[in-house]
């Protein structure tokens, strides 16, 4: 690890989303933050150089999805391996979810995290707490110690709530003290399925989660959301039906902000394949219609954020029958790529591809972050020193063997995509060099 104080990043192409800026331009950065774009002074001595010629340098990115297995997996040593593969993934700043174990209801857990990952002095880590005590669905949890402790919001996971009454009540609670709630659309009843409901699920005997199991939850929480005045986050949308709801709540007025996994942007149902349990995911590939309605509500900010939804898991657990393996694929080192793989593939503006990876999910965390540490997801004068340094020319073939992560199991294993992050800068510190 890198620990000079004074650097210059030479020749890029500079883009900061969340200003407009699109200039190629050096960038020098110094204790921690970002001194000079493109009129460097001439006192500015770096005392590290790195060449960016014919990269893209853009803000660290902010990935609101992330399980880094700990607490729970500390034997594994599964946060250092997490937290290397955001690093090889450009991703500075990750949100990651309560369903740990054990759960993330208590304020000593969370600290015990937060101290980790900061001795670690790698991705800045965002806990969310979770919303109900054991993540059971029955008491609330301490949301004010939580909050004392480092959480940026309240969230269920991958645990649906049947209990509209917890919900109503944790809607309330978080509304008087303005904490934002995470959820992620999904009816407890008909969401119990393991493929997308469909000609597919049915021809190979999948049991089916419908699209109604994610619109009728949205018309639940929307009311809600009416009745407490609360803010709301949606997590990982995965059908048409839902992005037009979206579109209407937001037109309506509603404090609600969403999400979408790269598997939805870019998979469909026909990638399950014969029975490949690493497309075996939560919420499960949906038809066509739905992915395309997906990029188009990406494309014009309907749907705020991209997301990795990264969740190693290990091998015995993937090597079971579809339907009996563990849901969940690796993400981090696949988020910019497949980013940038959208705008090429879709014709999206760049900036508009780099912005769901970097500004907008960091206006999803909200000023409070801000106030703490610093703008994330931004590159500005005075701001943080976290930067991504993109090579959009190189191409990588995604291989079990080559990722960082212990999770190894990707739908997109095998695929060759786009771009390389080539450098990933956090605090003005180089964490990260490319091979």
């Given at each position: 690890?890198n620990t000079?104080q004074t650097?210059l990043?030479?020749?890029g ?7 407009g800026?699109d200039?190629?331009a ?5 204790n921690?933050?970002v ?15 790195l ?11 902010v990935?609101l ?11 594994a ?8 593969a ?5 991703v500075?700043?990750?949100v ?8 993330l ?15 670690l ?6 806990p ?11 008491v ?18 991958e ?8 919900v109503q ?5 978080a ?5 934002a709630?995470?959820l992620r659309?999904?009816d407890?009843y008909?969401?119990t ?8 699920a049915?021809r ?12 009728i ?9 009416r009745?407490?005045?609360a ?13 037009e709801?979206v579109?209407?709540?937001?037109a309506d ?5 969403c ?8 998979l469909?149902d026909?990638?399950?394949g ?10 499960p ?8 309605a997906l ?11 991209l997301?990795?939804?990264?969740t190693?898991?290990?091998d015995d657990a993937?090597?079971?029958p579809?339907a ?9 080192e696949?988020l ?11 014709g999206?503006?760049?900036?508009r ?6 500004c907008a ?6 000023n ?12 500005a ?6 930067v991504?340094v993109?090579d959009?020319?190189?191409a990588?073939?995604v291989?079990?063997?080559?990722l ?10 095998g ?20 091979v």
């Open positions: 690890m000079s650097l990043i030479r020749g192409r500079v883009i900061d989303p969340a200003s800026f200039e190629k050096d960038l020098a950065l110094a921690g933050a001194v000079a774009i493109k009129n460097i002074p001439s006192g500015f001595v770096p005392t590290l150089t060449d960016a010629t014919g990269c893209l340098v853009l803000p660290g990115l990935d999805a992330v399980r880094l297995r700990e607490p729970g997996y500390e034997h040593r599964m946060l250092e391996s997490e937290m290397a955001a690093m090889a993934g450009g500075t700043s990750l990651c979810q309560p369903d740990t174990d054990p759960v209801d208590e304020s000593g857990l969370v600290e015990m995290l937060r101290f980790r990952a900061e001795k002095q790698q991705a800045r880590v965002y969310l707490g979770a919303l109900t005590q054991g993540l059971k669905g029955d609330l949890s301490e949301m004010v110690e939580l909050t004392e402790a480092g959480c940026v919001a309240f969230s269920q996971a645990v649906a709530l049947a209990n509209t009454q917890v009540r944790a809607l309330q609670y509304s008087t003290f303005g904490y709630v995470w659309p999904q407890a008909l969401g399925g393991v493929a997308a409901s469909g000609a597919l049915t190979m005997g999948l049991s089916g989660v419908p699209v109604m199991a994610e619109t939850a949205m018309h639940t929480i929307f009311e809600l959301m009745a407490t005045g803010r709301v986050h949606l997590c990982r949308i995965s059908s048409a039906a839902g992005v709801l579109r209407q709540a937001k007025g509603l404090k609600l902000s999400d979408v996994s790269i598997n939805s942007l870019h469909t026909t990638d399950v014969y029975f490949d349990s690493r497309a075996r995911l939560n919420p590939l949906r038809q066509q219609r739905d992915r395309d990029r188009a509500g990406l494309a014009d900010g309907t749907i705020d954020a997301v990795s939804d990264h190693p898991v290990d993937k090597a079971l579809f009996q393996s563990e849901p969940g694929a690796t993400g981090l696949l910019l790529s497949l980013a940038y793989k959208w705008h090429q593939d879709s999206v503006d760049l900036q591809a780099l912005s769901t990876v970097t999910p960091a206006a999803v965390l909200g409070a972050i801000g106030t703490r540490q610093g703008r994330t997801g931004h590159l004068v005075g701001g943080l020193g976290d991504c993109f959009p020319a190189a990588w073939t291989q079990a063997d080559t960082r992560s212990q999770g190894k199991h990707t739908p997109f294993s695929y060759e995509l786009p771009g390389h992050v080539r450098y990933t800068l956090v605090g003005g510190r180089v964490v990260y060099q490319a």
